[in-house]
Each structure stands twice: as structure tokens, then as C-alpha cells.
């Protein structure tokens, strides 16, 4: 598909590997070839969030202003905003604040450091450790923002990625046997429980749609064609079981997955590709071309502002496609090599 410009509004920032100040981007952001345009400053309120040396900023895209939103904090990570709170790392300490005073709601000690976490109701699943050899997965009652406990890994394996909707969390990993396992946790007994065979290698994981969605490459024994595939598998949240496998096509390195506006997005990290799929029937809706990513950094989709938003981390755009048409709308600049932002209005 012929490639969307991208027109972008100023937004100051500063980068937080880099531990200095901030650094201006170019108004006029980056051209597409045809030299086309979307629209330009939002001008309903958008506030976005931004992890920076130290603590947190709030930029106000309208009047192109950055200001401190949550100050004296250490080395902040995994910026997210999950079921209505603003979720992130301070340290070694996993915190949890309102995203619009950012008050925060309570902070709970995770030595081990964070690789990923999800939230479904009063429970957030933290994996833990390294990222791609976690060993553990801590369990925390989001209301009193204390440790229910843990559920180790069992001995010789890993967990990669986590999800939950509707009381299940599935952790892609546990199985010594096979390198496409998901597993069941239970959180009353603390324990892994059901694995499934998925047939796909994870990259990702989201919950949501009567499910969870599984992002990654599907081996050639496997796959239809015959050849390593591009795809997605979705499992019933509580039984493991394959409902349907989406291919698309050769493999592009990172295969990025998220659930939003009834549809299931998908995005190819090598070249750029965004995908929307029937969550009823795995049909391939449309798809966009985002523009090229780089070998071993996903594309990241973001749900937010009645927009699907893909971050582009290597060139740092962050591009909001109309989730109707795939048309663009609205395009933001950020340093390189930034955390990914989150919407807070």
C-alpha cells in the first residue's frame, strides 16, 4: 500500500537513557514520498506522559508545553496505563498512580526487576527477572498494593510474555518440552497449571475479544503454506485451546499484537506493516504501511484517543491511524530510542 505521510506537532522531550536535556524536533517532522500531509496539532487536550531522569513529565500537545507530572523518583520504566491507572517502574519498586493528578496509589518491592505486567480486575501479574528468561511471576492485589505471592517457573524453563482477561493469566513459556507452550496460572494456589500448545514462537501477547491473542513467527511444520509465517493465535482464556490461526506471510522479525475497537491489530517490525483483523473470524481486514522498523525492535501499538497509534521507537514517530479506514490522522515526533509514551487524555 502506498505509504501515509506523516505530519507531526513540536514536542519537547527529553530522552531517558540519556539522562540530559531535552531536545527540540523539527516542526515539520518527517515527509512521505508523495509529499502528502494529515492534519496537524491536535487541539483536543491531549496530554501525554513521558518518562524522563528522575520522574515523569506531562506534555500538553496543544500548547506545545512539557512541565513535571511525578518528580523525585529513581530510574523509571515500563511506562503504561492499565485499567484506568497509570502503571511503572521506580527503581526496584513497581508503582501504581492516577494518571490525571498523578497521585500516587502505592508502590510494592519487585527486586528482581520487571520485564512485564498485566492487570485484570484487582490483580496485577508481574513477570520477573530478565526479559526472555524469566523465572517467576508476582501476584498483587491492585486495591491494598500488596504481594498475594509468587508462582515460580518450573524447573528448566522460562516465561517470556504475560496476559490476563476474565480471572485467567497465561504466560507464554513452562513447558520443557516445547518451545510453543503457553501456561495457565492459578492465582489461589499459586502454581502453574494448564499448558497448551499454541504452534506459534511468541513475540507477544494481549488479552481481550474472548481471548488471548498470541503475536509471533509459526514454524513451516506447522504452518499451511509450508514456510515460516508471520502470525497470530488466539486461545480460549480458560482451557489453552487453538481457536483460530491468522498467517501473514514471511517472517519480519518482531510481531507485535493488541486488542482495541472490536478488531485485533497486528504489526510486522521490519516492514512496518499494520494489520486489522476480524477478532470473529480471523479475516484480514485492511493493512497500512507505517514505514520500516529495525531487526529487533517491535513496533508498538498503542489503543488510545479513538486512534491506533504505532511508535516507531528507531525513528521516533508515533503515527495515529483512523481505526475505521487506516487512513492517517495525527502524527507526533519523539527523540529516538525513547520509552513509548502513554495517553493520558
Known amino acids: 500500500m502506498e505509504k501515509i505521510a506523516v505530519v507531526v506537532v513540536v514536542v519537547l522531550m527529553v530522552v531517558s537513557c540519556g539522562g540530559g536535556a531535552g531536545e527540540s524536533v523539527n516542526p515539520s517532522g518527517p515527509t512521505a514520498p508523495d509529499g502528502s500531509g494529515g492534519e496537524q496539532s491536535p487541539g483536543d487536550g491531549t496530554r501525554l506522559l513521558v518518562a524522563v531522569p528522575g520522574g515523569i513529565d506531562v506534555v500538553d500537545l496543544d500548547n506545545e508545553t512539557q512541565q513535571p507530572f511525578i518528580s523525585d523518583l529513581g530510574q523509571v520504566g515500563n511506562l503504561r496505563l492499565l485499567s484506568g491507572s497509570l502503571w511503572f517502574v521506580d527503581g526496584t519498586d513497581l508503582v501504581s498512580a492516577d494518571p490525571v493528578s498523578g497521585q500516587l496509589k502505592g508502590r510494592v518491592p519487585v527486586p528482581a526487576g520487571v520485564v512485564d505486567l498485566t492487570v485484570d480486575g484487582n490483580t496485577a501479574w508481574v513477570l520477573t527477572g530478565i526479559p526472555g528468561a524469566s523465572k517467576e511471576v508476582v501476584v498483587i492485589d491492585t486495591g491494598a498494593m500488596t504481594q498475594l505471592g509468587s508462582i515460580p517457573a518450573p524447573e528448566s524453563t522460562t516465561y517470556l510474555h504475560i496476559a490476563a482477561v476474565g480471572g485467567d493469566a497465561w504466560v507464554f513459556g513452562g513447558d520443557p518440552e516445547s518451545a510453543m ?8 494456589a499459586l502454581k502453574q497449571s494448564t499448558v497448551a500448545e499454541t504452534g506459534i514462537i511468541a513475540d507477544s501477547m494481549a488479552p481481550g475479544i474472548g481471548g488471548i491473542w498470541i503475536g509471533g513467527t509459526i514454524p513451516a511444520f506447522v504452518s499451511q503454506s509450508g514456510n515460516p509465517e508471520s502470525g497470530i493465535v488466539q486461545i480460549a482464556a480458560g482451557t489453552g485451546d487453538v481457536i483460530f490461526t491468522v498467517e501473514l506471510g514471511e517472517p ?33 481486514v485492511n493493512s ?8 529487533g525492535i517491535p513496533l508498538e501499538i498503542i489503543i488510545a484517543r479513538d486512534l491506533v497509534w504505532v511508535f516507531n521507537r528507531t525513528n521516533g514517530t508515533v503515527t495515529g491511524y483512523n481505526p475505521e479506514t487506516l487512513e492517517f490522522a495525527e502524527g507526533i515526533n519523539v527523540p529516538p530510542f525513547v520509552q513509548a509514551p502513554v495517553f493520558a487524555s
Open 252 to 284: 519480519a522479525d518482531h510481531i507485535f499484537v493488541a486488542v482495541g475497537f472490536d478488531h485485533v491489530w497486528v504489526t510486522k517490525g521490519l516492514d512496518g506493516s499494520l494489520y486489522k483483523i476480524d477478532a470473529a473470524t480471523g479475516e484480514i
Open 288 to 295: 497500512v504501511d507505517t514505514g520500516d522498523g529495525a531487526a
Open 181 to 188: 507452550a503457553a501456561s495457565k496460572l492459578d492465582s489461589s
